[in-house]
Every structure is written in C-alpha cells, then in structure tokens.
C-alpha cells in the first residue's frame, strides 16, 4: 500500500450503519471531506459547505479502522469519490478482509475502485441550493448532481442500491422519470426511499405518507436509524 498524499478525513467513528439495505450492521465510517455538490438539505455541511478535519495518510486510516471490531466499513462523505487517494484506501481496505460501502452521489465514475456495495444517492432538485443566496454554486449544483452515463458505470461495476432524499411526493415523480432514463430494468426493492429531515419529529411527518406511497409504487422505504437511536449529532 503505497504511502500516497495525506487525505482531508473529517470524522472516523464506529457505529451501526443507519440507511439502506445494511441498516442496523455495526460499522465503521470513514468521513471524507470536500464535495463537489451543495445540498440545501445538507446534514454534514463540515465536510461539504465548510470543509473540515485532519489530513491523514491511507496508513493512519487503516489502522485507525482497525481497531474497532467490524467486518464492515463504510466510505462517505461530502464526496468520497473526490478525495486524494480515495482507491489506495478502498484497496487497503479490501485487503484487510473488510466490506467496503461506498456512499457516493454517482457524480464520479467507480474507474475499478474497490467496492461491494456501491450506495449511490443522486440528487433531486429538492437538494438544490437557493439560487438568491447561492447562485454560483446553485449553477454548478444543476450541472453535477444528475449524470445517467456514471451510474450506469457504477450499476454494472459492483453490487449497488439506489437511494433518494424525498421531501415531497412530487420528488417520487421526478426520481422515476430520472431512472427511466438509465434504460434498465432496476428491480424497485433495490430502490431506496428517504425521508428528508434531521429530527426524529419532522422523519415521522414524512414517513406517514412515504410508507404508503412505497407500498404503492414498490421501492422500499428506507429509515434514518441513526437519527432514531442518537438524534442529528457527528459520530453516529
């Protein structure tokens, strides 16, 4: 494992994985700093909107994952798949015997990362910054958050869910018509529902008519466990 250049790493804790198909499985998370989007909705803006953390070697990083006693752990960010080095860790990872998630918004091709399951979360207009407060980053948002050819790639690169921050039931609409234009037949049990919200009280509002429109449509519902055992707060 080559030494490589430092990574800008936010946060590295153990906890359970709280979304997707992995929900409930003890983890530990490998936090990332940088993205190359602005989410209005954003929950970890110290690794997105005001970049954070320590700079620390692929080396540092894998043995810090180490000492905790999990067979999984789970890439994320802001953006992991822009950060320095972000293949030597993922293949350091790997040859530790551990089960690498990688939680990326499908904007940056998997080019042979070392994954097995790949979370792809593209974003709705919903996450789109506010054009009068914004409007640099509000342009460039528009531009990166939906790219059908690099989740495509991601699709037949490794195992994967799709999962989708819903705020309204018109973002359902919207996130159909975007798979649509993937032109595959996406079993809809491997794509995720998420309610949009930080607190447990405004997860239960949108969760009451999200449940039923997945039960409708098909997709699975996807819970924010996290947010249900240790509230909005770093580290879990």
Same mark, same amino acid.
């Given at each position: 494992?080559?030494?490589?250049s430092?990574?800008? #790493? ?6 359970l &994985? ?8 003890p ?14 909705w954003?929950d ?16 540092e #990083?894998?043995?810090?994952? &180490? ?7 789970v890439l994320t960010?802001?953006e992991?798949?822009?950060a ?10 790997r040859?530790?015997?551990?089960? *690498? ?12 990362i070392a994954?097995?399951?790949a979370? *792809?979360?593209p974003? *709705?207009l ?9 409007p640099?980053w509000?342009?460039?948002h ?18 994967w ?7 309204q039931?018109?973002?359902?609409d919207e ?6 234009? *993937?032109g ?5 049990d491997?794509v995720l ?5 930080v607190?447990?009280?405004?997860i239960?509002?949108?969760a ?8 409708a449509r ?8 996290q #947010? ?6 770093r580290?879990?």
């Amino acid at each position: 494992m080559a030494a490589g250049s430092p990574m800008l #790493i936010s946060e590295i804790f153990y906890s359970l &994985q709280g979304e997707g198909t992995l929900a409930g499985v003890p983890s530990v998370f490998v936090r990332t700093s940088g993205c190359n989007l602005r989410c209005a909705w954003c929950d970890t803006p110290y690794a997105s909107w005001v970049p954070e953390g320590d700079a620390r070697t692929v080396e540092e #990083i894998v043995a810090e994952v &180490q000492r905790h006693p999990a067979g999984h752990v789970v890439l994320t960010g802001g953006e992991p798949m822009i950060a320095r080095d972000i293949h030597a860790l993922a293949a350091g990872l790997r040859s530790r015997g551990r089960h *690498l998630t990688i939680e990326t918004a499908a904007t940056v091709p998997p080019a042979g990362i070392a994954c097995d399951l790949a979370s *792809l979360s593209p974003k *709705l207009l919903n996450s789109a910054p506010d054009a009068a407060q914004h409007p640099a980053w509000r342009r460039r948002h528009e531009a990166t958050r939906w790219q059908p050819d690099v989740v495509r790639a991601w699709l037949d690169h490794c195992a994967w869910q799709l999962k989708f921050v819903i705020a309204q039931p018109a973002d359902v609409d919207e996130l159909e018509a975007m798979l649509a234009k *993937l032109g595959r037949d996406l079993p809809r049990d491997r794509v995720l529902l998420m309610p949009e919200g930080v607190t447990r009280e405004k997860i239960h509002e949108r969760a009451a008519w999200l449940g039923e429109l997945c039960k409708a449509r098909g997709y699975r519902y996807a819970p924010r466990l996290q #947010i249900e055992l240790y509230g909005h707060r770093r580290g879990t």
